[in-house]
Nanobody, 125 residues
Framework: VQLQAFGGGSVQAGGSLRLSCAASGGISRIRYMGWFRQAPGKEREFVAAINWGAGYTYYRDSVKGRFTISRDKAKSTSDLQMNSLRPEDTAVYFC???????????????????WGQGTVVTVSS
């Protein structure tokens, strides 16, 4: 499975951005797609995940109510709509996918096999 992320950019606090992740090559085997982020000098952290088949969604607490993950099975894409952005959301965002990750492990970056290249999100105050 190959993943390619799009949509990063710079925005002022309170603004919105939409990230997209295009998947190819065996997407039907995927159980979850997700997004992680990594700020300078920090560990890569879980942001959100979506069950590819059923559409169940999961978020880290700090983005609940502001970010929405979705997927389009026909297009093999997953989007991350980010609203009410804060300076602390500044990071490189990575899309990821795995055919066997389980719900209890969604926040673990080591549980995912496939990763896209990062896309930079910068939020200024």
């Amino acid at each position: 499975v190959q993943l390619q992320a799009f949509g990063g950019g710079s925005v002022q606090a309170g603004g919105s951005l939409r990230l997209s992740c295009a998947a190819s090559g065996g997407i039907s085997r995927i159980r979850y797609m997700g997004w992680f982020r990594q700020a300078p000098g920090k560990e890569r952290e879980f942001v959100a995940a979506i069950n590819w088949g059923a559409g169940y969604t999961y978020y880290r607490d700090s983005v609940k109510g502001r970010f929405t993950i979705s997927r389009d099975k026909a297009k093999s894409t997953s989007d991350l709509q980010m609203n009410s952005l804060r300076p602390e959301d500044t990071a490189v965002y990575f899309c990821t996918a795995d055919p066997s990750v389980i719900q209890s492990n969604l926040a673990s970056r080591t549980a995912y096999r496939y990763w896209g290249q990062g896309t930079v999100v910068t939020v200024s105050s």
